[in-house]
């Protein structure tokens, strides 16, 4: 009995040494969740955005010429019509814009939109920033290049008088206006007042070295988009070296640039990028009336036989994008299905199927009684290294499947005087994108590679008056065919932008080469 009795003292000591093994676990688990979930409640959204610009000049955005300065400043002063993602337009203060003929439009706001000092957007303001466009050399100049009058009507009604049509005007319409009465007495050149603007954001004080955007409470679409973000720092730096040691120590959140060896400057760690297609877009232009080049199917082969991604690889490092087409940068219009591939191949079958053969290490063919040899000049501007350079990548291509190349080195002023006569066989040559999608100069009449086909000219003239986003869509699929059946130029690549963001900053980076701040009120830091 009595060793039952210590068997039983025993057994429970055990089961009591168990019991508190248990809880001191169960408690020391508990009090690491309770840690955890304290971590988490304590992670605080930063409501404070830190940017750079270099080489600042002014925040009024029809005087600045400083890229980042104009980018920044659409989220204080908004345009007539604004750019969406895919670069489709979308009224912004218009509230309607009405084309009244080929060279008129009248354009409605609403007047109960705020300027940021509470006075309100009347149709003034429109006649008085138009007024200061025609009148100075702003980056903004060439929108209204073409507008001879703007009527006020009332005050909330403008009529804008063109001197020709201008296909798809509404792209020229997203110029930012600025109040007319804030200027009143003002010489707008010199003024020294902070500008004013009816965005999301407002400035709120400058400095030497900072500028404040504070989140603008008169602001018309504040009850339908309302920022996390409240304050913008914008700090200066003289040069955008300095900027990107800035980004480095962790001073800026965000940042764009075209700088093909950044990450010699920040490194590779510590941020996130985003690749955005530019708009300087280059091309092989051909002189669709020379006697050689007049047969599409010597276009079509030069089209198949350029590796365009060695082009991008070797010469530009990899910092452009191939391109396909003038619209390819991101335009809605443009689908990425219609893509062309490199097969020498069938460069080779293109020209058999045509009529040529290959004799003596060379392609020849016969033709109102005269012998053709593919034999061609590529002329291109001397003082363009890079385009020089892809000459050469572009003879030695051809070359291997037997058509014969001669690089014309011209000086800047003989290049400009082909542009004019279009006096050339074959021409590198390149253009900066409008963000319209108007194609009449690749493709209208007195074009660059004197291409002439009846069906795209009547083409372009209906796409000029068509609303229908899903017909405007079947218009230029139609047109993309015939250029991939015609080639009457060769769509090489265009250049790269970069948006660069912390890893601290929060939220999806959507921007295009129009804006990098879309969808800014969901970022945060953190």
């Given at each position: 009995m009595?060793?039952?009795f210590f068997?039983?003292?025993?057994?429970?000591?055990?089961?009591?040494?168990?019991?508190?093994?248990?809880?001191?676990?169960?408690?020391?688990?508990?009090?690491?969740?309770?840690?955890?979930?304290?971590?988490?409640?304590e992670?605080?959204?930063?409501?404070?955005?830190?940017?750079?610009?270099?080489?600042?000049?002014?925040?009024?955005?029809?005087?600045?010429?400083?890229?980042?300065?104009?980018?920044?400043?659409k989220?204080?002063?908004?345009?007539?019509?604004?750019?969406?993602e895919?670069?489709?337009?979308?009224l912004?203060l218009?509230?309607?814009?009405?084309?009244?003929?080929?060279?008129?439009?009248?354009?409605?706001?609403?007047?109960g939109?705020k300027?940021?000092?509470?006075?309100?957007?009347?149709?003034k303001?429109?006649?008085f920033?138009?007024?200061?466009?025609?009148?100075?050399?702003?980056?903004?100049?060439?929108?209204v290049?073409?507008?001879?009058?703007?009527?006020i009507?009332?005050?909330s009604?403008?009529?804008?008088?063109?001197?020709?049509?201008?296909?798809?005007?509404?792209?020229?319409?997203?110029?930012p206006?600025?109040?007319?009465?804030?200027?009143?007495?003002?010489d707008?050149?010199?003024?020294?007042?902070?500008?004013?603007?009816?965005?999301?954001?407002?400035i709120?004080?400058?400095?030497?070295?900072?500028?404040?955007?504070?989140?603008?409470?008169?602001?018309?679409?504040?009850?339908?988009?309302?920022?996390?973000?409240?304050?913008?720092?914008i700090?200066?730096?003289?040069?955008?070296?300095?900027?990107?040691n800035?980004?480095?120590?962790?001073?800026?959140?965000?940042?764009?640039?075209?700088?093909?060896?950044?990450?010699?400057?920040?490194?590779?760690?510590g941020?996130a990028?985003?690749?955005?297609?530019?708009?300087?877009?280059d091309?092989?232009?051909?002189?669709?009336?020379?006697?050689?080049?007049?047969?599409?199917e010597?276009?079509?082969?030069?089209?198949?036989?350029?590796?365009?991604?060695?082009?991008?690889?070797?010469?530009?490092?990899?910092?452009?994008y191939?391109?396909?087409?003038?619209?390819d940068?991101?335009?809605?219009l443009?689908?990425?299905?219609?893509?062309?591939?490199?097969?020498?191949?069938?460069?080779?079958?293109i020209?058999?199927?045509?009529?040529?053969?290959?004799?003596?290490?060379?392609?020849?063919?016969?033709?109102?009684?005269?012998?053709?040899?593919?034999?061609?000049?590529?002329?291109?501007?001397?003082?363009?290294?890079?385009?020089?350079?892809?000459?050469?990548?572009?003879?030695?291509?051809?070359?291997?499947i037997?058509?014969?190349?001669?690089?014309?080195?011209?000086?800047?002023?003989?290049?400009?005087?082909?542009?004019?006569?279009?006096?050339?066989?074959?021409?590198?040559?390149?253009?900066?994108?409008?963000?319209?999608?108007?194609?009449?100069?690749?493709f209208?009449?007195?074009?660059?590679?004197?291409?002439?086909?009846?069906?795209?000219?009547?083409?372009?003239?209906?796409?000029?008056?068509?609303?229908?986003?899903?017909?405007?869509?079947?218009?230029?699929?139609?047109?993309?065919?015939?250029?991939?059946?015609?080639?009457?130029?060769?769509?090489?690549?265009?250049?790269?932008?970069?948006?660069?963001?912390?890893?601290?900053?929060?939220?999806?980076?959507?921007?295009?080469n129009?804006?990098?701040?879309?969808?800014?009120?969901?970022?945060?830091?953190?």
């Open positions: 009595k060793s039952n068997k039983y003292i025993f057994i429970l000591f055990v089961v009591g040494i168990i019991i508190f093994a248990i809880y001191t676990i169960y408690f020391k688990e508990e009090k690491t969740e309770n840690k955890i979930e304290e971590v988490v409640q992670t605080v959204e930063i409501k404070d955005l830190r940017l750079g610009i270099s080489n600042f000049d002014t925040m009024n955005p029809l005087l600045s010429n400083n890229k980042e300065v104009l980018n920044i400043d989220l204080i002063f908004e345009p007539l019509i604004t750019i969406k895919n670069y489709q337009t979308e912004c218009a509230s309607e814009c009405s084309k009244t003929s080929n060279t008129s439009y009248v354009i409605k706001i609403d007047n939109r300027w940021q000092d509470g006075s309100p957007l009347i149709a303001d429109i006649q920033t138009i007024d200061r466009l025609k009148e100075g050399n702003s980056i903004y100049s060439y929108n290049e073409k507008v001879t009058s703007v009527e009507l009332d005050s009604t403008v009529k804008i008088n063109l001197s020709e049509e201008v296909p798809f005007f509404e792209y020229n319409l997203t110029f206006i600025l109040p007319n009465n804030y200027y009143l007495g003002e707008f050149n010199t003024s020294t007042k902070v500008p004013i603007g009816t965005g999301m954001f407002q709120s004080s400058i400095d030497g070295s900072n500028i404040t955007l504070t989140k603008n409470e008169k602001w018309w679409n504040k009850n339908e988009v309302d920022s996390k973000i409240e304050t913008i720092q700090k200066l730096y003289s040069e955008i070296g300095e900027l990107y800035s980004f480095k120590l962790g001073n800026i959140d965000i940042f764009t640039t075209a700088n093909s060896n950044l990450e010699q400057y920040i490194g590779t760690i941020y990028k985003t690749e955005v297609k530019g708009r300087e877009f091309y092989l232009a051909f002189n669709c009336q020379d006697f050689i080049l007049k047969n599409k010597v276009r079509k082969a030069i089209s198949y036989a350029l590796d365009k991604t060695n082009i991008v690889s070797s010469i530009y490092n990899n910092q452009a191939v391109a396909e087409f003038p619209l940068y991101g335009n809605y443009y689908k990425e299905s219609n893509l062309q591939t490199y097969n020498i191949e069938e460069a080779k079958k020209l058999l199927e045509g009529g040529w053969e290959y004799k003596y290490n060379r392609w020849q063919k016969t033709e109102e009684n005269r012998t053709l040899r593919l034999t061609l000049t590529l002329t291109v501007d001397s003082s363009n290294e890079r385009r020089v350079a892809v000459a050469e990548n572009m003879k030695a291509q051809l070359e291997q037997g058509i014969k190349v001669t690089v014309n080195k011209v000086s800047n002023a003989n290049y400009q005087k082909i542009l004019q006569s279009k006096n050339y066989q074959v021409l590198l040559t390149g253009v900066y994108n409008s963000y319209s999608p108007d194609i009449t100069f690749f209208g009449q007195n074009n660059l590679e004197n291409y002439d086909n009846t069906e795209i000219i009547q083409l372009l003239n209906e796409v000029k008056t068509i609303t229908d986003v899903n017909l405007l869509k079947q218009k230029y699929e139609r047109i993309v065919e015939i250029y991939q059946d015609d080639k009457p130029f060769i769509s090489l690549y265009r250049d790269k932008q970069t948006i660069v963001k912390s890893q601290n900053l929060t939220g999806e980076i959507i921007g295009n129009y804006f990098t701040y879309y969808r800014l009120e969901n970022w945060y830091r953190i």
